[in-house]
């Protein structure tokens, strides 16, 4: 099996640097007459490049929406998973820490002003309340 990537650009390339990159999980076999043919197992997402990159939030989301098609998709192997999602990175790097920590900060911006846009906030302790209550639904991090 391999990642098929088809890249397409946008309908208006004149004013909008972005290309889409589809990827499809793909395998190859013989067919009865034993010539070399492939087959589409899966689709496994897009991801748009803008500029030169595939912006942080995107890059981790299409991971994530690619490793639960895998695991939906009788047709991979459990062991193989791994691999393609290997393939996948290969193409679309996982985010670094310091894209982590900028994500969480953003985050926690957000969820500041929607609290304060209600009327209400949550304190500091609250915050590294709900922090520290991670652990108990995801193991220690």
């Known amino acids: 099996m391999y990642v098929r ?5 946008h ?6 640097n972005v290309i889409f990159h589809d990827a499809y999980l793909v395998e190859s076999y013989r067919d009865s007459q034993n ?9 496994l997402g897009n991801i748009r490049q803008i500029d030169d990159h ?7 989301l299409f991971l994530l929406r690619a490793e639960r ?3 939906s998709t009788p047709a991979v192997p459990i062991d193989e998973r791994t691999q393609v999602i290997e393939l996948l990175r290969d193409k679309v790097p996982s985010l670094t820490e310091a894209e982590v920590v900028e994500a969480f900060r953003n985050n926690m911006r ?3 002003r929607w609290w304060r846009e209600r009327g209400g906030a949550l304190s500091r302790e609250e915050l590294i309340r709900m922090i520290e209550s991670l652990d108990e639904r995801i ?3």
């Open 5 to 9: 990537w088809v890249v397409r650009k």
């Open 110 to 112: 957000w969820y500041y």
């Open 54 to 60: 595939f912006p942080s939030i995107e890059r981790e």
């Open 35 to 43: 010539t070399p043919r492939q087959r589409t197992i899966c689709y």
């Open 11 to 16: 309908k208006n390339a004149d004013t909008a």
């Open 139 to 141: 193991g220690p991090l």
């Open 69 to 71: 098609i895998l695991a």
